[in-house]
């Protein structure tokens, strides 16, 4: 793979079944201005927030999947952090179902359903910029409802260890296809001691567990975030 010039901040690697894309890159920018205002969640697991602030595009050098992966690393490990993610993934999982909490205390596997559902409904899968891949920080995609899959990939991942839960990407070339196409995240539960990693891919419309069958894939990479 022959990876060029990358701008981060706006979309995406290209995956969510596009493609990595050979030759020089541009990632979009990961942008300054306020924070995010987190707002109210609705019964649909939507969550209202403010759009502030202007966007700042910024180039990198990318040479092969290795370096989109330490981006992608840096763009989580800065999301965790944030205010603005750190309230969405607990709203997330917070509601009430009456006088109980729908999702029982310690329940890996129940917060990460509703994490997937609350991120399912306040973030629309977009194509990259034509012939540029991007990126942008995970509070980017929830303030503009917008990213491709490793946008999902790393809203996800930052939610989920905000909320203390082990992750990993996990990154496939399906068969046929000469470069690796798609990234999404696994989630280890339980998240003391993970047993096994449950897939979590936001970016295509499907249920959450759900992920690429394995007659359809080439080859498979792992990469352990924290």
Known sequence: MN????????????????????????????GRGRQAAPGRVHRSGHVDTELAGPLRLQTKKIRNLDDRIRELRRLTDRGKRDPAIYAFARQAVNGKCGPDWCVSEKDTLGELRALFNAIRSNVRYTSDIAG??????????????????????????????????PVRFKVIRTKNAKDWNHIYTEMGVPRGNPQRWVPFDASVSKPFGWEAPANVVGAVRLFPVK
């Open 3 to 30: 990876f060029g010039q990358v701008v981060l901040g706006l979309g995406s690697i290209a995956l969510g079944l596009s493609q990595f894309q050979k030759g020089t890159r541009m990632l979009a920018g990961s």
């Open 132 to 165: 540029i891949d991007s990126y942008q920080l995970p509070q980017k995609t929830l303030r503009m409802r917008t990213g491709d899959c490793d946008d999902f990939s790393t809203l996800a991942a930052a939610s989920a260890l905000s909320l203390g839960i």
